[in-house]
Nanobody, 127 residues
Framework: QVKIVESGGGLVQPGGSLRLSCVAS????????IGWFRQAPGKEREGVSC????????YYGDSVKGRFTISRDNAKNVVYLQMNSLKPEDPAVYYC????????????????????WGQGTQVTVSS
């Protein structure tokens, strides 16, 4: 049975940092990729990042490039999302989901069609 538990969200001031964690069980990170999307109230899902489990190749959404860093520990089945320089437009519930391993071309994963496995973790940015 697939189980994903996200944690690490919270309240942070603009410019601050948070590190999200995703612990996965029921499947291993050796297959394909795993990543994050976010959803804010009244907005569509937005793909944030994905990391290939075997080669570490990464994808980042345009709005987070240069600020967020994804990493993973396959031995522990844990994926991290380090979020720096948080902005007022970053608040959302962040969900961890399996995703296709990023390649060298355009990343075209339909994040809006991904099942939600965990409860998500809320990120709030406010002064």
């Amino acid at each position: 049975q697939v189980k994903i538990v996200e944690s690490g969200g919270g309240l942070v001031q603009p410019g601050g940092s948070l590190r999200l964690s995703c612990v996965a069980s029921g499947f291993t990170l050796d297959n394909d990729g795993i990543g994050w999307f976010r959803q804010a109230p009244g907005k569509e899902r937005e793909g944030v990042s994905c990391i290939g489990s075997s080669d570490g190749r990464t994808y980042y959404g345009d709005s987070v490039k240069g600020r967020f860093t994804i990493s993973r520990d396959n031995a522990k089945n844990v994926v991290y999302l380090q979020m720096n320089s948080l902005k007022p437009e970053d608040p959302a519930v962040y969900y961890c989901v399996p995703c296709p391993r990023p390649g060298t071309g355009t990343y075209a994963f339909r994040w809006d069609e991904s099942p939600i496995w965990g409860q998500g973790t809320q990120v709030t940015v406010s002064s």
